[in-house]
């Protein structure tokens, strides 16, 4: 038989009090001090945020500003203007010319003709100085007094006339001269007669008047074209005798009357895009280089904005550094809660800035927690002394009984207030073990303690 002397010293320990003691949390005078226990439930959790009343520390302005802040971009003025802007004619309407009878071509001065014989080695070679070998073409130019210059046959007038009148008149004059009138006349150079043009064209310039009646949209085809951007706006203007006819842009394009309108010797066309060509160009022309002062003046005043953002973006950097740096060497203010008991990690937690805190943010957020081994999910606590300096020794427990899925979400209900403590405390069975980790070195030195 075996007796074991040990039991009874750990029972006699025990009863002196040399061994482990746990943190106990009890309903009543304890110490002087009066404890009392609330549970927290959906109910009285409203009671425990309200007991005292808490704003969070707030983050220094710099957290909360921006380095554009108050900011834009400058609105920039110009000087006035001098000039104003032209704005578009009334609805046009069409004031054509008298219509010009159909005539035939008559001969001018400044144009060339060419007079063409044949029989070759005959006298008409040796007298006209037209023809060589079998055909000889001679061209001559009409000149101020209207007469052209053969040899040997004299000066012969034919300006104004047609084509079929100064062949009758050469061929008289061949006749006196008894020379064969076998010849041939026509028109080489056409410059006599002409219609300038000129305004919104490709390229303005002159078009002749030919043996074929000159139009006015083949005049306008001549110069390459109307190249008016607004041709709602344009009109094409022709002068004829001291007067002024108009056909707008717009009708001319799709009206085949207006485009076959006839021109004659003397008319100048004129395209106007503008209503007032002179002082819309001035305007125009003033306003690019106002533009141009508003967008220099713009950079200038952007680069000025952005070198004062920089400036200000570095100095709420530095605002939060400096804050940081305060926190981390422990000089700025900050509300702590105290975290006790079965937890992986026992300390101060400090109460973020901002925002209120619950126990589950400084359970789980300050990285401590509960170990699952050892602490007793059943008995959470939060300590708060009383606000009251009369009543400074009384302290309330609010517990949660975090096993229960109301528990738990307790948890995220309860709200801290600086100097909490947030105590855990142990299963029984882990009361239990340190109670005999701490007791197997006395039991296994004493005197009479053996295993068989």
Not at 147 to 175: K, W
Not at 210 to 225: E, H, Q, R, W
Request: aromatic residues 8%; negative net charge; charged residues 20%.
């Amino acid at each position: 038989m075996r007796r074991l002397y040990s039991l009874s010293l750990v029972l006699l320990m025990s009863g002196c009090g040399i061994i482990y003691h746990s943190p106990v949390i009890q309903d009543g005078v304890v110490d002087g001090g009066k404890v009392r226990v609330i549970d927290v439930t959906p109910e009285t959790v409203i009671a425990a945020n309200r007991q005292q009343a808490y704003q969070p520390r707030a983050l220094p302005a710099a957290f909360s500003q921006t380095a554009g802040s108050g900011g834009g971009v400058p609105q920039v003025t110009g000087p006035d203007t001098a000039f104003e802007p032209q704005t578009r004619p009334e609805e046009l309407v069409a004031r054509l010319p008298p219509p010009v009878p159909a005539e035939p071509y008559r001969i001018g001065v400044g144009d060339v003709v060419l007079l063409a014989t044949k029989t070759p080695g005959t006298s008409v070679e040796e007298l006209t100085g037209l023809l060589a070998a079998e055909n000889r073409r001679q061209g001559y130019t009409v000149q101020d007094d209207g007469s052209i210059a053969i040899p040997d046959v004299g000066r012969v007038r034919i300006a104004e006339m047609t084509l079929e009148e100064a062949e009758g008149v050469l061929f008289q004059r061949l006749l006196e001269r008894q020379i064969d009138p076998s010849f041939s006349l026509e028109i080489a150079e056409f410059n006599a007669r002409k219609v300038s043009i000129g305004g919104a064209v490709a390229q303005p310039g002159v078009a002749p008047i030919t043996l074929i009646p000159l139009t006015l949209d083949n005049a306008l085809a001549a110069v390459g074209g109307i190249t008016a951007a607004d041709r709602d706006a344009a009109v094409i203007r022709i002068y004829r005798d001291g007067s002024l006819y108009e056909v707008p842009v717009k009708d001319f394009l799709v009206s085949p009357r207006y485009q076959k309108l006839r021109l004659v010797d003397g008319d100048s066309v004129y395209v106007d895009a503008e209503f007032d060509l002179g002082k819309a160009q001035a305007y125009f022309a003033e306003q690019i280089e106002l533009g141009q002062f508003k967008q220099a003046s713009r950079q200038s005043a952007m680069q000025i904005l952005t070198q004062a953002t920089e400036l200000r973006r570095a100095q709420l950097s530095e605002e939060r550094d400096n804050f940081s740096a305060r926190i981390e060497h422990g000089a700025e203010p900050q509300d702590y809660v105290y975290l006790s008991g079965e937890m992986k990690k026992q300390g101060r937690w400090p109460l973020p800035y901002g925002q209120v805190a619950s126990l589950a943010d400084a359970l789980y957020e300050s990285g401590g927690g509960a170990p699952n081994m050892t602490a007793d999910p059943r008995q959470i606590y939060v300590l708060r002394a009383s606000a009251d300096p009369r009543e400074f020794s009384g302290i309330t427990a609010w517990h949660v009984d975090g096993s229960s899925a109301v528990g738990m979400m307790m948890l995220t209900r309860l709200e801290l207030r600086p100097r909490d403590i947030v105590f855990i405390s142990e299963q029984p069975v882990t009361r239990w073990g340190r109670v005999v980790d701490q007791l197997s070195p006395n039991f296994l030195g004493l005197p009479g303690a053996y295993v068989e």
